[in-house]
């Protein structure tokens, strides 16, 4: 008799789970902020990606609920169909405006942008590059676009260059990369990048989920900090999860692009549009980016002191000069052992393992928040310190 469906799941997870590999849940029983509760016990928490400490804002809040009042919650159907509401299309004007592009374009989550762009772009017979490190929605986007796909080494444009040289005149060329990579933390090299598509002939896509509203000197993410402009970075993709405290996505680009993906990119079309209340609370965020500027500054400085206090204390921080700061440990049960010990001592931090990194090189994502405080990441310094000594004298539980 075959194995059951139970019978063959429950192999894969034993597998899963023998690897140290297993991925469990939390719950939440608090707002996003520097302290949460987390399955009962109250943390300091140093794994979100709301940099800016916006997602529970009171202007934030203020205007999710005047949106509710007019508009309801669902928003009822697609973009095309009835769902496109007076908010959604205020907020595609100003992502415009903040990233000086032709137009901006809403999707429902990151990842459904990633995958509706990138099929949208390219398909059969065209070719798509993409760096080893880039987040799986975009290299998801790529292998389903039929395009042919291939990774070249991390942050290498020599590397990539040699790839554009040698491929084929015909067929359009799609290069796609992390503005800041998740999991590491370091910022592309966009200007030579950009340089490089431009000698080639080659369209190039940034996904700035990490830098949008942290970098550059209005927030408006790498395009920003390396000042370039729609015809350099003409697919600017950045989520509204992280630095600006709400939910969902967008692309940016010139008219042509966007009227693009409203005709080809499926994960726009077939989806409902994000609530009205959230595209609110995404404009009130946009608002604090200036009026707030403060936080970008003060992130920056907690930033620095992190790094300053790792290094007096011995710590292995990756070079990372943004909010993600993750300590490299390498055994991904080692990883967990070290996320566990920090629990213990009222520390939520994520250890992040194969294959959402390569093996070998599990580590913390240490995140910083600007709704930390100078002596909150103290006192995470010396949990770190404190773990890793136990983990020296080989006192880490690795169960
Ligand atoms: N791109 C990057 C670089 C990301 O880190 C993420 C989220 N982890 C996404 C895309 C997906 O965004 P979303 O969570 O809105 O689906």
């Known amino acids: 008799m075959s194995a059951s469906l139970e019978q063959t799941l429950a192999k894969g997870l034993a597998e899963r789970q023998q690897q140290q590999l297993y991925r469990q849940r939390r719950t939440v029983a608090s707002a996003q902020g520097a302290e949460i509760v987390v399955d009962g016990q109250r943390c300091l928490n140093f794994c979100s990606n709301d940099y800016l400490g916006l997602a529970n804002?009171?202007?934030?809040i203020e205007a999710a609920r005047l949106a509710a009042d007019s508009y309801g919650v669902g928003s009822g159907a697609s973009h095309l169909v009835c769902g496109h509401s007076t908010e959604h299309h205020a907020l595609e004007e100003e992502l415009a405006e903040l990233t000086g592009r032709s137009r901006a374009l809403l999707f429902s989550t990151g990842y459904m942008a990633n995958l509706g762009a990138i099929t949208a772009l390219v398909g059969k017979g065209d070719f798509v590059f993409e760096d080893k490190l880039n987040h799986a929605s975009l290299i998801d986007g790529g292998l389903l676009s039929g395009a042919r796909?291939?990774?070249?080494?991390h942050n290498d444009v020599d590397a990539l260059d040699k790839r554009l040289s040698r491929c084929a005149d015909e067929g359009r060329k799609l290069v796609v990369v992390d503005g800041v990579f998740s999991m590491d933390?370091?910022?592309?090299p966009l200007p030579e990048l950009a340089a490089t598509c431009a000698k080639h002939d080659a369209w190039l896509m940034v996904d700035d989920a990490h830098g949008l509203g942290v970098l550059g000197g209005s927030g408006a993410g790498c395009a920003d900090q390396y000042h370039l402009d729609q015809q350099q970075l003409p697919i600017l993709m950045a989520t509204l999860g992280k630095g600006l405290g709400s939910s969902g996505a967008f692309i940016a680009g010139s008219d042509e692009l966007i009227e693009t993906l409203i005709q080809f990119s499926r994960s726009y079309i077939y989806t409902t549009a994000m609530p009205p209340m959230v595209a609110a609370a995404t404009r009130a965020s946009i608002k604090l980016l200036s009026t707030e500027s403060w936080r970008r500054g003060y992130l920056a400085?907690?930033?620095a002191f992190f790094r300053r206090g790792a290094e007096q204390l011995g710590l292995d921080i990756m070079p990372s000069s943004t909010a993600i700061q993750p300590l490299l440990i390498g055994d991904a049960g080692k990883a967990m052992a070290y996320s566990r010990a920090l629990?213990?001592?009222g520390f939520w931090v994520g250890a992040i393992r194969p294959p959402t990194v390569a093996a070998g090189s599990a580590r913390l994502r240490i995140?910083?928040?600007a709704a930390h405080s100078e002596e909150q990441v103290e006192q995470l310094l010396l949990a770190l310190a404190e773990v890793a000594a136990a983990d020296g004298r080989g006192e880490l539980d690795h169960a």
Do not use: C, E, V, Y
């Open 185 to 188: 933390g370091d910022i592309a």
């Open 149 to 153: 796909f291939q990774r070249f080494l």
């Open 57 to 60: 804002h009171p202007k934030l």
């Open 301 to 303: 400085d907690l930033i």
């Open 343 to 345: 629990q213990q001592r």
């Open 367 to 369: 995140t910083l928040t």
